[in-house]
């Protein structure tokens, strides 16, 4: 397995079997430090299984994932988590409950206890340190006006926003996005791309699966295409879409 300087995340040699059927064949990924990575490819391509096999949700059948040197391929979710690779999911999942500050609150207090638990003695400065980077993580994600509404009472698309909050707060050096945009109006999804690029800027690497042209064409730095478990085409935007095995595979028909 061999990893170029700046990569932060390796999917080497990966494969995946579901009984007979091959959803991930000879995966090799390699995603630069900094950059956005997008992962496109045809319904049943193998995207969601790749992203699975990332966050430790899914074991691969062979090969393994490196992330900054450390191999993740055998960890738990939360344990993958820890080393700080955050991910947001196509449904998104966040405490109903609660407020939508809570929400926020909730994952940096995590950060800081190690696990979801309540710490009894934890300082009251502490817990306003806390509340106040929530709010300006809020603020970023445009929800700072509805930090006292229940979660649960949120739109979808807000309640994707969010799910990225808990994800920004955690400080992630990896962000992976499952669709981010799926459901939203042109007016959120245009917001929602200005504010990846503003995450962008600040050097977060990000892995990001979408459907949506407009979003990977607007974000991405490098994209691979998925078919049939494959990884088909790599590279700009602008060779990819200019492939026309990507265009026979995916694009066909959408200009
Ligand atoms: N748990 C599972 N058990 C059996 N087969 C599965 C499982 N998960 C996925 N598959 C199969 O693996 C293949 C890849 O599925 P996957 O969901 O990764 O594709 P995808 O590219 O994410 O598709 P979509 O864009 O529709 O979400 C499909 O043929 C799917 O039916």
């Known amino acids: 397995m061999q990893t170029k300087g700046n990569v932060v995340l390796h999917v080497a040699d990966v494969q995946k079997h579901f009984g007979g059927l091959h959803a991930l064949a000879d995966i090799d990924l390699q995603v630069d430090e900094g950059k956005t990575h997008a992962i496109i490819g045809p319904n049943g391509a193998g995207k969601s299984t790749l992203l699975n096999v990332i966050i430790g949700r899914l074991a691969p059948s062979s090969g393994a994932v490196v992330f900054d040197g450390t191999v993740l391929t055998g960890k738990k979710p939360h344990e993958i988590n820890q080393l700080g690779v955050a991910r947001v999911f196509q449904t998104p999942e966040i ?29 009251v400065d502490n817990e306003r340190g806390i509340r106040e980077e929530a709010e300006h993580t809020l603020e970023d994600v445009g929800l700072m006006d509805r930090r006292a509404v229940h979660a649960g009472a949120l739109s979808r698309g807000d309640k994707r926003r969010l799910e990225l909050a808990m994800c920004l707060i955690q400080k992630p050096r990896l962000l992976l996005l499952d669709e981010p945009t799926a459901g939203m109006s042109r007016h959120d999804t245009n917001t929602t791309i200005e504010l990846l690029k503003k995450i962008k800027s600040r050097g977060m690497t990000k892995v990001i699966i979408e459907h949506d042209m407009h979003v990977v064409f607007s974000l991405a730095d490098k994209i691979s295409v998925l078919a049939g478990g494959r990884i088909i085409a790599e590279g700009l935007p602008d060779q990819v879409r200019g492939d026309p095995r990507v265009q026979e595979a995916y694009l066909g028909g959408v200009h």
């Not at 809570?102 to 800081?112: D, I, Y």
């Open 95 to 123: 405490f109903a409950d609660l407020s939508v500050l809570q929400n926020v609150m909730t994952p940096a207090f995590a950060r800081r206890d190690g696990a979801f638990r309540i710490n009894m003695f934890r300082s």
